[in-house]
């Protein structure tokens, strides 16, 4: 092709601003992308964060961008070469190389960030998910935390801050266990894509599990740093706002909060976990200490804990403030406004079928159907409803699992239906719905829930299976 000019990446960090203009290096190619900067779907102050430097360790972390189409979009801005003494960049690495082996049997929906679930039918094989294939989301590398320096700032009143070594945790603190279903917001996400595409990662019925977890209460270390309970009705709303050690490359945290007396109330047993299943808390779920939020959305729950603090307001972080509400079918992206919908909390009744799998050969004569049901806010499940015909006649399936205490029901249930084929039936269309303690029901479609970001999935969940021998 005809020759480029050769720059030095010198000269291409002069050109760090729209008016200098935006120049990048992608391999040993130079490209002036001042023109893509308003344009760029991930906004304008990511781009921005590579202006005058190499893409590579940008795109590193956001794999969105390891698509033909992003290349050849990059491609149209060509207006150099490095000279080749230069092109071997002094390499960052890939920042995922650090992430924790993980299981095979994981059903990746991204490498990097790694999220991934277990294979529906190994769900429900336990009703405590073992460790390494408990549902895994994360929005960036797992950090490296060293045991030994760590600290967990705690922001008191009137600004007096405690640093908890993790022996002071253990030490100072009792010990408390709770068996605690996480959810993430948008479990069963696919089911909502097949009404209309919406934007996020395609999760199918399996970002839900079950694990003993064992820490400290945070009201204990809350009340140790100076709080109390009556603390609410004094100042009003508050929150309590975490910190996780997982950055973005501008240097924002993950960061959720979750209301004051969530935290704080009477048999409040919001943990900083220490341990899961009786181990050691695995790195991919918040190495040495993470929050968990019984009966609330697993977007709380953050993990590699390292800030605690209570404030007037939630937390600024783009999680709680951008992401994780609810919205109606009626609103699109170019008309969502997300300081309008609260931020998601409690997350609502849900149940889904994790055996028979979609499209399986099942036998004439007797099915076993399996699955799993759960509600936040500790409202338990009263009952389980399963369909052979697609909801037109319904039976009561066995919930099996531990019983769960009332107001605190915090972990699933999981539940079987043994029933007589229907003689005949070529196919089934089994359904599963089930009824939490305020006879809160699942919608039985998913088109009047549908929302732009998909979540909040919790329509009658359907598995169409074929009959033979
Ligand atoms: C998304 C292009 C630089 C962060 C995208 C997408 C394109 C794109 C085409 C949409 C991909 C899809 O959905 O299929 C580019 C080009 C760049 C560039 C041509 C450089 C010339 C960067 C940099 C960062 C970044 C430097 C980060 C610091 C993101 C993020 C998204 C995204 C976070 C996802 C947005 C979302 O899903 O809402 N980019 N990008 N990009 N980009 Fe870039
Ligand atoms: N905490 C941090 N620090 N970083 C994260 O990316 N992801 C959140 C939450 N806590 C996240 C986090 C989300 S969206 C969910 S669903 C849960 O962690 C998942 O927890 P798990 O990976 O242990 O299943
Ligand atoms: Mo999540």
């Known amino acids: 092709g005809a020759p480029y000019p050769v720059f030095t990446r010198q000269e291409v960090g002069r050109h760090r601003s729209l008016a200098e203009r935006v120049w990048v290096t992608y391999g040993g190619e130079v490209f002036d992308i001042t023109d893509f900067v308003e344009l760029h779907p991930g906004g304008k102050s990511k781009i921005l964060l590579a202006a005058g430097g190499a893409l590579e360790p940008f795109w590193a972390l956001y794999a969105v961008h390891s698509q033909e189409h992003v290349l050849e979009i990059l491609r149209a801005y060509k207006v150099g070469e490095l000279s080749p003494e230069e092109q071997s960049q002094p390499s960052q690495g890939d920042p995922y190389s650090g992430d ?71 030490g100072r603190f009792p010990k408390h266990e709770v068996t605690v279903t996480l959810q993430c917001a948008g479990n069963r996400r696919a089911e909502m894509s097949r009404v209309r595409q919406v934007k996020g990662l395609e999760w199918g019925v399996a970002a839900i599990s079950t694990a003993r977890w064992g820490g400290v209460r945070l009201r204990d270390v809350l009340a140790h740093a100076g709080y109390g309970e009556e603390e609410e009705e004094e100042a009003g709303e508050q929150h309590v706002c975490f910190e996780g050690l997982d950055k973005d490359l501008s240097g924002a945290a993950y960061g959720a909060s979750i209301p004051y007396r969530t935290a704080m ?42 800030r605690v603090s209570v404030r007037r307001e939630e937390s600024p972080s783009h ?41 399986a050969t099942v036998p ?63 196919e089934l269309d089994i359904v599963c719905k089930a009824v939490d303690a305020s006879y809160n029901v699942q919608p039985d479609t998913v088109e009047p829930i549908w929302n732009l970001r998909g979540v909040l999935s919790n329509a009658w969940h359907r598995v169409r299976v074929t009959v033979a021998e």
Do not use: C
């Open 265 to 306: 109330g009477r048999g409040a047993d919001v943990l900083l976990a220490y341990e899961m299943n009786g181990e050691e808390l695995p790195r991919d779920h918040g190495y040495p200490l993470r929050v968990v939020v019984p009966g609330v959305v697993g977007a709380r729950n953050v993990k590699w804990l390292g």
């Open 100 to 170: 924790p082996p993980r299981h095979p049997a994981l059903k990746v929906n991204s490498l990097k960030p790694f999220n991934a679930e277990p294979p529906a039918e190994l769900l429900t094989e336990t009703y405590l998910t073992p460790n390494q294939l408990f549902f895994k989301r994360n929005h960036l590398p797992v950090p490296a935390v060293d045991p030994a320096s760590y600290r967990l700032r705690v922001e008191g009143p009137g600004g007096r801050v405690l640093a908890l070594s993790l022996p002071e945790l253990k």
């Open 319 to 359: 999680w709680q403030r951008n992401d994780y509400k609810g919205f109606s079918p009626a609103v699109d992206w170019d008309t969502v406004d997300f300081t309008t919908a609260p931020a998601i909390q409690e997350l609502p009744v849900q149940s889904a079928i994790t055996e028979p799998a979609p499209g």
């Open 364 to 426: 004439p004569g007797e099915l076993t159907v399996k699955g799993y049901a759960w509600s936040g806010g500790g409202r338990g499940v009263v009952r389980v409803d399963v369909s052979l015909d697609g909801g037109r006649t319904w039976r009561v399936a066995e919930l099996t699992g531990e019983e769960q205490r009332p107001g605190r029901a915090w972990a699933w249930r999981l539940w079987r239906l043994t029933a007589p084929v229907p003689p005949d039936a070529a």
